[in-house]
């Protein structure tokens, strides 16, 4: 249960998920961080199975770690997107795992790679996903534009998942962004308190 | 890749083996045949809903693994961590052990409460106990880290995928600080300031929900930590008995305490049991009419009886 969003801007991207992970109706971890790193600019939002996708991350992380010391540049995304796919496809029976792979290289600038449960992966203009994305395809296909500045894909973000969070039991708690770029990334949250719609 | 394609634990092979090397796959067979029984007794069986139970609920076939419903917790305070755990094992619904210990020791800075079938969590802890002191004498004697041990477990735990029930509260300090991770049997982890697991985890969170706040002193640490885990033990039917509880400081000491808190002894009540004065009757209340005292005939074998050969080289 859970939502994660990524939406590229120039110069960009923009991660953002919930934080809440559940155990049947128990909150697990209310504050947990679903943006995981996967390369100094290439970051991935976990959905599914907190287990499985945990152990995807370490994975890549450690075949992106290897390629960049092996080639001597930076991986690109998609490189890091289709490693993951590779991984999730190859081990689809035994899988339950939905990713966005996400970030920032010098050939693509910032681009979004949709990795859903079957193992597809996909180049997208933005990317949703957890239980919560069916709520907010709506508000998305209806507020984004492409090219967007960061401020206004950032807000849209945290907006979005708001919205999610809102509608969906499945996810909430706090909404944790990533905004990665050539300088860096800059990580975020927003209190559960203070999210830009609720109740 | 193909570390996430392989399943632990190949089919057992029939072919008759000469010299027993290698593996040993008997119980591969007995867990095959235990299920065939299960299976043609009364058309398959209805597994409850908790995934952690074992496939009980047929008639004696499968010996319930003793479980620690349990209620286990760690906190962050501000010079260091405090881990608290029962100490009720259950075998199904009958108490099996009311005074076992959950706090299992991983490294001198590193501790680790566990819930789940309690052979899991003891051995898991101590395979990784074991890892981590080769890991020190191999690196020089430098000091294990939480992650080290939180990362072992992890990785142990899914690449069983789950099989070995084994729910962790895993509390150290090192050289980045006081760490409290949670550990699922699945493998995957969270870490927090604070986290409660095992049946009785609802009812210690929310003493935590209430009284945690950041940077506390030890005593208002442990004294959450014993109201969290009494919440469990007087509110949860899988936790009982007393409360244990470690602190792990950043200065270097660590304290164990077995029986923290004791609010469920027995002894008074066993203290007030009359029993029949039969079973304490003094010597002398049977009279001795004669004694008769005789050398033992010693028998058996002794140096007297020894032969020796010469050895031939």
């Known amino acids: 249960g859970t939502t994660i969003l990524a939406i590229p801007f120039p110069g960009g991207v923009v991660m953002g998920a919930d934080s809440r992970v559940s155990t049947g109706t128990y909150v697990a971890n209310r504050t947990s961080d679903k943006i995981a790193q996967l390369h100094d600019t290439i970051w991935c939002c976990r959905s599914g199975s907190a287990s499985d996708t945990q152990a995807l991350t370490d994975y890549v992380k450690h075949y992106l770690g290897q390629l960049a010391v092996e080639t001597g540049r930076s991986p690109t995304v998609k490189v890091a997107a289709h490693l993951m796919r590779k991984l999730c496809y190859e081990n689809k029976d035994n899988l339950l795992a939905g990713v966005i792979v996400g970030g920032w290289d010098a050939v693509d600038g910032g681009s979004v790679y949709n990795i859903p449960l079957g193992g597809s992966c996909i180049k997208m203009p933005f990317a949703v996903g957890g239980s919560g994305s069916t709520f907010i395809y709506g508000l998305l296909d209806s507020e984004f534009r492409p090219g967007m500045s960061r401020e206004e894909a950032h807000d849209l973000v945290k907006l979005a998942i708001s919205h999610a969070m809102a509608r969906d039991g499945s996810s909430g708690g706090i909404i944790r962004t990533v905004v990665v770029t050539e300088e860096g990334n800059a990580r975020e949250y927003v209190p559960g308190d203070q999210l830009p719609f609720g109740p | ?313």
């Not at chain 2, 419903?69 to 760690?74: L, N, P, Q």
């Not at chain 2, 802890?125 to 002191?133: A, G, K, P, R, V």
């Not at chain 2, 000491?253 to 066993?270: C, E, S, Y």
Request: aromatic content about 4%.
């Open chain 2, 1 to 313: 890749m193909s570390e996430l394609t392989g399943s632990p634990g190949a089919a057992a092979s029939d072919d008759a083996i000469p010299a027993p090397s290698g593996f040993s796959f008997e119980n591969v067979h007995r867990n095959a045949m235990i299920d065939q029984m299960n299976n043609s007794s009364a058309g398959g069986v209805g597994v409850g809903a908790s995934a952690a139970a074992a496939a009980g609920s047929s008639p004696g076939y499968l010996p319930m693994a003793t479980k620690t419903g349990t209620t286990i917790v760690g906190l962050v305070y501000k010079d260091g961590v405090v881990l608290g755990a029962d100490t009720r094992a259950t075998g199904g619904s009958e108490v099996a052990d009311k005074n076992c210990e959950k706090i299992h020791y991983l490294a001198p800075n590193i501790y680790c409460c566990g819930a789940g079938t309690a052979a899991d969590t003891e051995k898991t802890t101590e395979i990784i106990s074991s890892q981590l002191e080769l890991l020190r004498m191999n690196m020089g004697g430098v000091q294990s880290r939480v992650v080290t041990a939180c990362t072992m477990l992890k990785r142990m735990l899914f690449r069983y995928q789950g099989h070995i029930s084994a729910a962790l509260v895993l509390g150290g300090v090192d050289a980045t600080g006081p760490h409290v991770f949670q550990i699922y049997p699945h493998g995957s982890t969270g870490k927090l300031p604070y986290t409660t697991m095992g049946s009785g985890s609802l009812a210690a969170m929310s003493v935590f929900e209430t009284g945690w706040t950041e940077g506390m002193s030890e005593a208002e640490g442990v004294e959450l930590v014993k109201r969290a885990i009494l919440a469990g033990v007087f509110n949860d039917l899988g936790s009982g008995s007393n409360v244990d509880t470690c602190v792990i400081r950043t200065d270097g000491t660590t304290t164990l305490n077995r029986g923290a808190v004791t609010p469920n002894d027995v002894k008074p009540l066993r203290d007030s049991i009359r029993r029949s004065d039969m079973l304490n009757m003094r010597p002398g209340t049977t009279a001795v009419l004669k004694s008769e005292f005789s050398a033992a005939k010693r028998g058996g074998v002794t140096l007297a009886d020894v032969t020796v050969t010469e050895m031939e080289t």
